[in-house]
């Protein structure tokens, strides 16, 4: 009889240790996996943007891009009316928003040269996207105009097709 028990308790004290190890691997794959997802999560905050949502940005800052130039370039032939300084103000702090977000991507290709080393109100040099939304209103903008704007504009469009042929080719070799 004293056989029994201890052989009843022998025998429940080996299955109780076996369902203790197996729930500290099984605890243990958990927590590795916890650890895994969680990686992947700071992995995927630092990688940034998906080259989708790049490409969607970059098409809506085109979209007010091709609009702000439209203003600059009626301005600059007209004067600053008050129906282009109108627009030139919704445009103006959509364009500044809207370029913060997308300069380090599309600064990568604007090639800097010597009109880039203008300071506005920064106190920095400008490249020449800032330097064509530098400035607060229209009637600044056309003040402070060096004569440089067409080049600015051509440099800021190839800038802007040099980016999304990048984003064209990442999304090609994604698909």
């Not at 369902?19 to 650890?35: E, G, M, W, Y």
């Not at 990686?39 to 940034?48: Q, T």
């Not at 979209?63 to 032939?77: G, P, S, W």
Request: with cysteine.
């Amino acid at each position: 009889m004293k056989r029994e028990l201890t052989s009843g308790i022998g025998t429940r004290g080996v299955s109780g240790v076996w369902s203790n190890a197996r729930s500290l691997v099984l605890r243990t794959r958990i927590a590795i996996r916890d650890r895994i997802d969680a990686r992947s999560e700071i992995n995927s905050r630092k990688m940034g943007p998906s080259v989708q949502e790049r490409q969607s940005d970059l098409i809506k800052f085109y979209d007010l891009y091709e609009e702000f130039v439209e203003i600059l370039c009626d301005a600059a032939q007209y004067g600053p009316a008050p129906r282009l300084e109108s627009s030139y103000a919704r445009l103006h702090s959509a364009m500044v928003a809207s370029y913060r977000e997308l300069r380090p991507f599309v600064g990568a290709f604007l090639a800097p040269d010597d009109t880039d080393a203008f300071r506005f109100e920064s106190g920095r040099p400008e490249d020449a996207f800032e330097r064509l939304i530098a400035a607060p209103t229209l009637q600044d903008f056309l003040h402070h105009d060096d004569g440089e704007m067409i080049f600015r504009i051509m440099k800021t469009r190839e800038a802007l097709n040099l980016y999304g042929e990048h984003l064209r080719q990442l999304a090609s070799r994604v698909a």
